[in-house]
Protein backbone atom coordinates (compact mmCIF):
# COMPACT_ATOMS: atom_id res chain seq x y z
CA UNK A 1 0.00 0.00 0.00
CA UNK A 2 1.53 3.64 -0.90
CA UNK A 3 2.10 5.72 2.35
CA UNK A 4 0.68 8.96 2.77
CA UNK A 5 2.44 12.03 4.12
CA UNK A 6 0.39 15.09 5.46
CA UNK A 7 0.74 17.87 7.68
CA UNK A 8 0.26 16.84 11.84
CA UNK A 9 -1.95 20.27 11.97
CA UNK A 10 -3.00 23.40 10.27
CA UNK A 11 -4.52 26.38 11.53
CA UNK A 12 -7.23 28.59 9.64
CA UNK A 13 -9.10 32.21 9.67
CA UNK A 14 -12.74 31.14 9.19
CA UNK A 15 -14.13 32.44 5.72
CA UNK A 16 -10.61 31.45 3.95
CA UNK A 17 -9.79 28.88 1.37
CA UNK A 18 -7.96 26.01 3.16
CA UNK A 19 -5.86 23.30 1.05
CA UNK A 20 -4.43 20.20 2.60
CA UNK A 21 -2.02 18.61 0.67
CA UNK A 22 -0.79 14.87 1.02
CA UNK A 23 1.91 13.19 -0.57
CA UNK A 24 1.98 9.57 -1.76
CA UNK A 25 4.99 8.89 -3.59
CA UNK A 26 4.40 5.20 -4.25
CA UNK A 27 0.66 5.62 -4.77
CA UNK A 28 0.21 2.24 -8.24
CA UNK A 29 -2.14 2.50 -10.88
CA UNK A 30 -4.89 1.21 -9.54
CA UNK A 31 -4.84 3.18 -6.28
CA UNK A 32 -7.53 5.56 -5.85
CA UNK A 33 -7.53 8.65 -3.68
CA UNK A 34 -10.06 9.09 -0.75
CA UNK A 35 -9.93 12.11 1.86
CA UNK A 36 -12.52 11.41 4.97
CA UNK A 37 -13.29 14.12 7.85
CA UNK A 38 -13.51 13.12 11.68
CA UNK A 39 -15.14 15.68 14.35
CA UNK A 40 -14.68 15.22 17.63
CA UNK A 41 -15.87 11.98 19.04
CA UNK A 42 -17.60 11.04 15.64
CA UNK A 43 -16.94 8.06 13.18
CA UNK A 44 -15.14 9.51 10.26
CA UNK A 45 -17.58 10.48 7.51
CA UNK A 46 -16.18 10.24 3.28
CA UNK A 47 -15.29 13.55 1.75
CA UNK A 48 -14.45 13.14 -2.09
CA UNK A 49 -12.86 10.71 -3.88
CA UNK A 50 -10.37 10.74 -7.30
CA UNK A 51 -7.97 9.18 -9.78
CA UNK A 52 -6.59 11.85 -11.48
CA UNK A 53 -6.88 15.77 -12.40
CA UNK A 54 -9.80 17.66 -9.98
CA UNK A 55 -13.28 16.74 -8.89
CA UNK A 56 -15.33 18.61 -7.29
CA UNK A 57 -18.32 17.81 -4.87
CA UNK A 58 -21.06 20.22 -2.66
CA UNK A 59 -18.12 19.82 0.39
CA UNK A 60 -14.75 19.75 -0.99
CA UNK A 61 -12.34 20.17 -4.17
CA UNK A 62 -10.15 17.39 -4.63
CA UNK A 63 -6.90 18.08 -7.32
CA UNK A 64 -4.53 15.32 -8.44
CA UNK A 65 -1.62 16.32 -10.76
CA UNK A 66 -0.88 14.21 -13.69
CA UNK A 67 1.92 12.00 -11.56
CA UNK A 68 -0.64 11.62 -9.17
CA UNK A 69 2.37 11.44 -6.66
CA UNK A 70 0.42 14.13 -4.49
CA UNK A 71 -3.32 15.42 -3.80
CA UNK A 72 -4.64 18.44 -3.00
CA UNK A 73 -7.73 18.75 -0.66
CA UNK A 74 -9.56 21.91 -0.95
CA UNK A 75 -12.10 23.66 1.44
CA UNK A 76 -13.49 26.93 0.14
CA UNK A 77 -14.67 29.21 3.03
CA UNK A 78 -14.31 26.90 6.08
CA UNK A 79 -16.12 28.21 9.20
CA UNK A 80 -15.60 26.54 12.62
CA UNK A 81 -17.74 23.61 11.81
CA UNK A 82 -15.45 22.79 9.56
CA UNK A 83 -12.49 22.32 12.35
CA UNK A 84 -12.01 18.37 12.15
CA UNK A 85 -8.85 16.07 11.38
CA UNK A 86 -8.82 14.88 7.64
CA UNK A 87 -7.36 11.85 6.63
CA UNK A 88 -5.85 11.16 3.16
CA UNK A 89 -5.90 7.94 2.08
CA UNK A 90 -4.86 5.49 -1.34
CA UNK A 91 -7.01 2.97 -1.55
CA UNK A 92 -6.78 0.24 -4.22
CA UNK A 93 -8.95 -0.21 -6.90
CA UNK A 94 -11.52 -3.17 -5.31
CA UNK A 95 -10.04 -2.96 -2.02
CA UNK A 96 -12.30 -3.83 1.21
CA UNK A 97 -10.02 -2.40 3.90
CA UNK A 98 -9.00 1.38 4.50
CA UNK A 99 -5.68 2.56 6.16
CA UNK A 100 -5.67 5.76 7.85
CA UNK A 101 -3.15 7.74 9.20
CA UNK A 102 -3.08 10.41 11.83
CA UNK A 103 -4.49 12.71 9.34
CA UNK A 104 -3.83 16.90 9.78
CA UNK A 105 -5.99 18.12 12.32
CA UNK A 106 -7.68 21.68 11.12
CA UNK A 107 -8.29 24.12 13.63
CA UNK A 108 -10.59 27.37 12.54
CA UNK A 109 -10.18 30.52 14.51
CA UNK A 110 -12.96 32.87 14.28
CA UNK B 1 -32.74 5.13 7.37
CA UNK B 2 -30.74 4.77 11.13
CA UNK B 3 -27.42 3.90 9.37
CA UNK B 4 -24.50 2.30 11.34
CA UNK B 5 -25.46 2.00 14.97
CA UNK B 6 -23.50 0.80 17.65
CA UNK B 7 -24.11 -0.03 21.44
CA UNK B 8 -23.00 0.57 24.12
CA UNK B 9 -22.29 4.34 23.87
CA UNK B 10 -19.58 3.82 26.66
CA UNK B 11 -18.55 1.02 28.65
CA UNK B 12 -15.97 0.55 31.93
CA UNK B 13 -14.76 -3.63 32.13
CA UNK B 14 -12.36 -4.73 34.73
CA UNK B 15 -9.16 -6.61 33.29
CA UNK B 16 -10.12 -10.31 32.53
CA UNK B 17 -13.81 -9.82 31.49
CA UNK B 18 -15.91 -10.68 28.56
CA UNK B 19 -18.00 -8.77 26.43
CA UNK B 20 -20.08 -7.92 22.96
CA UNK B 21 -20.12 -4.62 21.46
CA UNK B 22 -22.74 -4.37 18.98
CA UNK B 23 -22.93 -2.91 15.28
CA UNK B 24 -26.21 -3.41 12.99
CA UNK B 25 -26.86 -1.25 9.76
CA UNK B 26 -29.97 -0.82 7.77
CA UNK B 27 -28.22 0.10 4.31
CA UNK B 28 -28.06 -3.50 3.25
CA UNK B 29 -24.43 -3.34 3.00
CA UNK B 30 -22.14 -6.16 1.89
CA UNK B 31 -19.19 -5.36 4.19
CA UNK B 32 -18.98 -4.20 7.56
CA UNK B 33 -15.69 -3.62 9.82
CA UNK B 34 -14.36 -3.05 12.91
CA UNK B 35 -11.85 -0.36 13.73
CA UNK B 36 -10.20 0.76 17.17
CA UNK B 37 -8.84 4.20 17.67
CA UNK B 38 -6.61 5.17 20.36
CA UNK B 39 -5.87 8.65 21.54
CA UNK B 40 -4.11 10.86 19.21
CA UNK B 41 -4.17 8.04 16.23
CA UNK B 42 -5.83 7.27 13.11
CA UNK B 43 -7.89 3.84 13.07
CA UNK B 44 -6.48 0.85 12.80
CA UNK B 45 -8.66 -2.17 11.27
CA UNK B 46 -9.93 -4.84 13.51
CA UNK B 47 -11.62 -7.26 11.88
CA UNK B 48 -13.77 -7.07 8.93
CA UNK B 49 -16.44 -9.09 6.47
CA UNK B 50 -17.40 -8.94 3.07
CA UNK B 51 -20.57 -10.67 3.75
CA UNK B 52 -23.15 -12.83 5.79
CA UNK B 53 -21.09 -15.91 7.18
CA UNK B 54 -17.41 -14.32 5.81
CA UNK B 55 -15.35 -12.68 8.35
CA UNK B 56 -11.60 -12.16 8.14
CA UNK B 57 -8.42 -10.45 9.97
CA UNK B 58 -7.54 -7.03 9.62
CA UNK B 59 -4.31 -5.53 10.99
CA UNK B 60 -5.10 -5.89 14.68
CA UNK B 61 -7.31 -8.35 15.51
CA UNK B 62 -5.53 -10.38 18.84
CA UNK B 63 -7.95 -10.69 21.50
CA UNK B 64 -11.42 -9.80 19.58
CA UNK B 65 -13.65 -12.00 17.52
CA UNK B 66 -16.27 -11.45 14.84
CA UNK B 67 -19.06 -13.77 13.49
CA UNK B 68 -21.63 -12.26 10.65
CA UNK B 69 -25.07 -14.76 10.92
CA UNK B 70 -26.65 -12.08 8.86
CA UNK B 71 -26.22 -9.01 6.46
CA UNK B 72 -27.36 -6.14 9.21
CA UNK B 73 -25.43 -7.23 12.17
CA UNK B 74 -21.47 -7.79 13.00
CA UNK B 75 -20.66 -8.02 16.70
CA UNK B 76 -17.46 -7.67 18.05
CA UNK B 77 -16.35 -10.23 21.05
CA UNK B 78 -13.26 -9.05 23.09
CA UNK B 79 -12.54 -12.36 24.76
CA UNK B 80 -10.62 -11.63 28.15
CA UNK B 81 -10.26 -7.89 28.36
CA UNK B 82 -6.96 -5.75 28.72
CA UNK B 83 -6.19 -2.50 29.49
CA UNK B 84 -4.10 -2.06 26.22
CA UNK B 85 -7.46 -2.50 24.71
CA UNK B 86 -8.62 0.50 26.09
CA UNK B 87 -10.07 2.32 23.23
CA UNK B 88 -12.73 3.93 21.11
CA UNK B 89 -14.27 1.48 18.65
CA UNK B 90 -16.21 2.36 15.19
CA UNK B 91 -18.03 -0.34 12.60
CA UNK B 92 -18.35 0.90 9.81
CA UNK B 93 -20.24 -0.59 5.97
CA UNK B 94 -20.49 -0.36 2.50
CA UNK B 95 -22.08 -1.05 -0.20
CA UNK B 96 -20.21 -4.25 -2.17
CA UNK B 97 -16.19 -4.52 -2.61
CA UNK B 98 -15.95 -0.74 -3.48
CA UNK B 99 -15.16 0.29 0.15
CA UNK B 100 -13.78 4.19 -0.99
CA UNK B 101 -17.52 5.48 0.50
CA UNK B 102 -17.65 3.86 4.07
CA UNK B 103 -20.14 4.67 6.51
CA UNK B 104 -19.25 4.99 9.73
CA UNK B 105 -21.25 4.87 13.24
CA UNK B 106 -20.95 7.00 16.32
CA UNK B 107 -18.43 4.72 17.83
CA UNK B 108 -18.00 2.63 21.99
CA UNK B 109 -15.67 4.26 24.12
CA UNK B 110 -14.26 1.51 26.16
CA UNK B 111 -12.35 1.50 29.82
CA UNK B 112 -10.73 -1.90 30.63
CA UNK B 113 -9.26 -1.13 34.11
Known amino acids: LAKTTQPISMDSYEGQEVNITCSHNNIATNDYITWYQQFPSQGPRFIIQ???TKVTNEVASLFIPADRKSSTLSLPRVSLSDTAVYYCLVVPLGANNLFFGTGTRLTVIP | NAGVTQTPKFQVLKTGQSMTLQCAQD?????MSWYRQDPGMGLRLIHY???????DQGEVPNGYNVSRSTTEDFPLRLLSAAPSQTSVYFC????????????FGPGTRLTVT
Open chain 2, 92 to 103: ASSRGTSSYEQY
Open chain 1, 50 to 52: GYK
Open chain 2, 49 to 55: SVGAGIT
Open chain 2, 27 to 31: MNHEY
